[in-house]
């Protein structure tokens, strides 16, 4: 299942019905236009420029809309572009009788009223008559299918982009956790070598007197043993490893995952700034500052996730 970023943009025009039998755009006498652009957002929201003549399709373009964006804040702007004709309209026998009603009707009312005029009759039939709403809004509608399902594509092409960069940043903090292991054990071995010099310095400066080499290793042992309960950081370790394989665990499943993915950059952090608080070296705290790097960077870009 592919993965959605938030961000897109896709835009597209379509003449209304009685200009469809016209093979040259440019002919047209009136085409929709629509333009959707969308970005990050908690929620969806939807925003609308419409023209007078399609404000009343708004409801059932709203709900075009959300049955196939999840969330995101989308600006929808439509427009009805009217084109001069390059070529003279012929008349349709409809709006010929309509014409000679109203003229019937006009002289006999004012008798010395003028007459029709070939260039009126001509006018006329190029400016049409309006399109009724129900045309217009199916119109929209074709036209609002297919600008989504563009738009639909460019989101997942962006948001196959932010997948990569993710399961790539994951890699980077797994690594830099299997860096992180062997270095606990390196410095509870080397604290504990302190703690005995540590010893036996002071019992020789309290009065010149020294101890067994095993008392002083029981006491360095207990010393290291309290150590490295407060410097212990294979706990985070295994919660920030477990945490890293449900994200790419959903990662692979796709759909929408943005909160998901959210909470577990969050506890991606917590973990890291345990690890920092913990560290007992300047190679561990280096790492930690190299994992909140990355987990930002991470938490950055699944914001843009729908």
Partial sequence: MPIYSMTGFASGQQPL??????????RSAAQVTLELRTVNSRFLDMVFHLPDELRACEP?????????????????????RRQERQALATPSPALLQQLAQIQSAVRSRVADAAAFSMADVLQLAAGGTPPD??????????????VTEELLQARAAEGERLRQLLLDRCQQLRQLAADAAPLVPEII????????????DALSDAGGATVSSEA???RALAEAAAFALRTDV??????????????????????TLGKRLGFLIQELHREANTLGAKSASLALSRTGVN???????????VQNLE
């Fill in 60 to 80: 059932a373009l709203r709900q075009l809309l959300a049955a196939r964006l999840q969330r995101g804040k989308v600006e929808a702007r439509a427009g009805l």
């Fill in 17 to 26: 019905p009685e200009d469809s039998s016209d093979a040259d755009p440019a």
């Fill in 189 to 200: 071995a080397a604290q504990k070598q302190r703690f005995m010099a540590r010893w036996q």
């Fill in 133 to 146: 709403h129900a045309q217009l809004e199916a119109t929209l509608l074709a036209l609002a299918d297919s």
């Fill in 234 to 255: 294979a706990e985070e370790l295994d919660r920030l490893g477990a945490h890293l394989d449900e994200i790419e665990r959903l990662l692979g499943r796709g759909g």
């Fill in 216 to 218: 002083a290793q029981d």
């Fill in 291 to 301: 994992m909140k790097v990355l987990i930002e960077q991470m938490r950055e870009q």
